[in-house]
């Protein structure tokens, strides 16, 4: 599998290529501004490869200005459509009014309200540098996790929802209290038949629909796959919408463990195979 450029999503292997890491904030600033569904990958990383010219083209001025102008163009001719928050514009970021911090489930809006978990409304600039603090003194993996939710966001401004359950069980996790919902067989079954494809593939790039296919028996809606991918793959991967209705996986870092180590294995078989017949 090849590295390919975030900004282009084409193979570093041509063209002048760059390690940015003291001008990662430019490019955070830029992706905000281009609204481009990048910034979820850049929040998630300290560096990163990409071509010299296209991080020129992307962090310039007049670039983001024009790329600014045409989706203000865009949103004018469709005024039967109800304007997009930029959160819901690229479906991957993390949905802070409907989600739980914490678990990153949404909301029970099917059970009968007396039914349903509680759910709060975060209020105060305190509460996330209190999450933060229990973040570090826990250092495990569902830590990091919230971690890196919420360390850019405003929480009180993006009016962030948990679970009472999930915030309870956060702080205190010797209690035995589990995070979430009870883990549904079928998402895991399915999700392990999508890793074995991604991982035995030599394609660095997938759309959600091709990985939908995978599931036969059945389909996680694709706020799962998307989620479960990033907590499987983390920063080496990034997931870009395009037109509303094409989602594309991409493979940014070849040097994943999983991913390495499956394609080799793929091609020790191969060639074992093909010096038995020989």
């Known amino acids: 599998m090849e590295e390919v450029c975030l900004i282009c999503c084409q193979s570093l292997s041509s063209g002048n290529t760059v390690v940015v890491e003291r001008g990662i904030d430019t490019l955070r600033d830029a992706s905000v501004e281009r609204n481009d569904g990048k910034i979820g990958h850049l929040r998630r990383v300290n560096s990163i490869k990409i071509h010299v010219q296209c991080r020129k083209e992307y962090t310039r001025k007049s670039s983001i200005a024009a790329t ?14 109800p304007p997009r928050t930029r959160r819901h514009t690229n479906e991957y970021l993390f949905d802070f009014q409907n989600l739980c911090i914490f678990c990153g489930e949404e909301k029970e809006k099917k059970k009968d309200i007396k039914s349903r ?12 540098d209190s999450i933060i603090a229990v973040a570090e003194q826990l250092g495990n993996d569902m830590a990091k996790a919230v971690t890196k939710r919420i360390i850019y966001e405003d929480l009180v401004a993006a009016e962030a929802r948990y679970h009472h359950d999930c915030h309870v069980s956060f702080k205190k996790p010797t209690t035995g209290g589990k995070i979430g919902r009870p883990q549904d067989s079928r998402i895991t079954s399915a999700m392990e038949k999508i890793y074995t494809y991604i991982e035995n593939n030599d394609d660095c790039q997938f759309t959600l629909a091709e990985l939908k296919d995978v599931c036969k028996d059945f389909t996680p809606d694709e706020k799962t ?21 094409l989602t594309i996986i991409c493979f940014i870092d070849v040097q994943h463990d999983l991913l390495s180590k499956a394609w080799y294995e793929k091609k020790n078989r191969t060639k074992r195979k093909n010096v038995s017949e020989f």
């Open 68 to 81: 600014k102008r045409k989706q203000d163009e865009g949103a004018s001719t469709s005024g039967s459509s």
């Open 225 to 245: 796959i998307k989620s479960k991918l990033i907590e499987r793959y983390e920063e080496k991967i990034v997931i870009t919408t395009k037109n509303r209705s």
């Open 117 to 128: 978990r509680i759910i709060h409304r975060v209020s105060t600039a305190t509460f996330k």
